[in-house]
């Protein structure tokens, strides 16, 4: 699901060039896909409490291919658009149930080291979107890159057709906004926005720090940061670490670590620069892997509707991150940036420390 919807990120370019579009028009084959996510996360979450994980699951996996094809098949710009959204509408019956059901199935089988998988899982897929499809594309054209893909929704369709375990069906309340304004709820959820947040505002304009002095880089050298993102796949050790200390300690500790990075990045050395960000990459998939594991636990009625809550919140919070922060870039500079995040960090731990607080 995670290479589905970034996809398209790494060849812009050579859309823009195919269909004769503006890069910022180009850019829309992301943006659609990511706000009809956030759209179809209040179906999805909804529907599995009613219809179990399981078959919404899978239900989604069947739905995905088409629509996957249609983006490497689309005669024209406008057609390839509909498909994105298609696909958006289609990915949180993976990615909104699919957090639930690893808390409900596989948590209490293999602890929490199974989000820890589940985390990883979506950084190899958000690798395998943007370098894998570029890559392939270099080689073998855009539209057959992108049209293999097809192949792991409809792989995976078949595959759980028998090999997802069972789960007791889910429990709902008969007051799903009463359970959506839980204290605690809102925190997590406010939790996993801030830290995306920042990650998305740092990590989008930090190459425009790094083009400038004293650092100077080029392009392609300071894009190299990126590369950081791999630190996902420690996911598994992040799981344990969370079935050590408990979700809270581990989703407090990820926003100071959080913290930590954002101020090393002011620092005009490249060295403190890159620890910072990897501080930064390690906090945000930390808190990801800790702030799931808290919607599964403080949401203990009504979890699709509490996966749709945050994912909503999670994606709205990574779209923010990246356009807000550039209004802050240009008028005071990386300080402004940086501002930016710390006061979202803040906001999310004075919840936290609220919420510990009353429990």
Not at 54 to 77: C, E
Not at 127 to 153: E, F, K, Q, S
Not at 237 to 264: H, P, Y
């Amino acid at each position: 699901m995670f290479a589905a919807m970034y996809s398209t990120q790494a060849i812009l370019p050579e859309l823009s060039r195919d269909f004769d579009v503006s890069p910022s028009r180009a850019g829309l084959s992301v943006s659609v896909v990511v706000l009809a996510v956030a759209a179809g996360a209040w179906v999805w979450g909804p529907i599995s409490d009613r219809v179990g994980r399981p078959r919404a699951i899978r239900a989604a996996a069947w739905l995905l291919v088409p629509p996957t094809l249609g983006v490497a098949l689309a005669p024209t710009f406008e057609l390839l658009l509909a498909f994105r959204i298609l696909q958006g509408l289609c990915m949180p019956g993976l990615l909104v149930v699919g957090a639930p059901y690893v808390v409900e199935a596989f948590v209490p089988r293999v602890g929490a080291r199974a989000m820890g998988w589940w985390a990883s899982a979506l950084v190899l897929g958000g690798l395998v979107g943007r370098v894998g499809v570029a890559l392939a594309a270099g080689v073998v054209g855009w539209r057959v890159a992108i049209g293999a893909l097809t192949v792991l929704p409809l792989c995976a369709a078949i595959s759980m057709r028998d090999g997802l375990p069972d789960v007791p069906p889910p429990v709902r309340s008969g007051r799903v906004l009463r359970s959506l304004l839980r204290p605690a709820l809102l925190a997590v959820t406010a939790t996993g926005g801030a830290l995306f947040f920042t990650f998305v505002g740092t990590f989008t304009y930090i190459t425009f720090r790094l083009e400038e002095p004293p650092f100077s880089l080029d392009d392609t050298t300071a894009s190299l940061v990126f590369g950081l993102w791999v630190i996902g796949a420690f996911g598994p050790a992040i799981g344990r670490l969370a079935q050590r200390t408990g979700w809270r300690r581990l989703a407090a500790g990820s926003l100071l670590l959080a913290a930590v990075g954002l101020s090393f990045t002011v620092v005009e050395s490249i060295v403190p620069v890159v620890l910072g960000l990897a501080c930064l990459a390690t906090a945000m998939f930390a808190g990801y892997t800790a702030t799931q594991l808290g919607v599964g636990d403080v949401a203990r009625t009504d979890r699709g509707s509490a996966s749709a809550l945050y994912f909503s919140a999670y994606y709205s919070s990574g779209a923010l991150g990246a356009y807000v922060p550039g209004l802050a870039w240009e008028s005071w500079g990386w300080s402004g940036v940086t501002a930016l995040g710390f006061s979202a960090l803040g906001l999310a731990a004075a919840g936290l420390l609220a919420v510990r607080r009353t429990s």
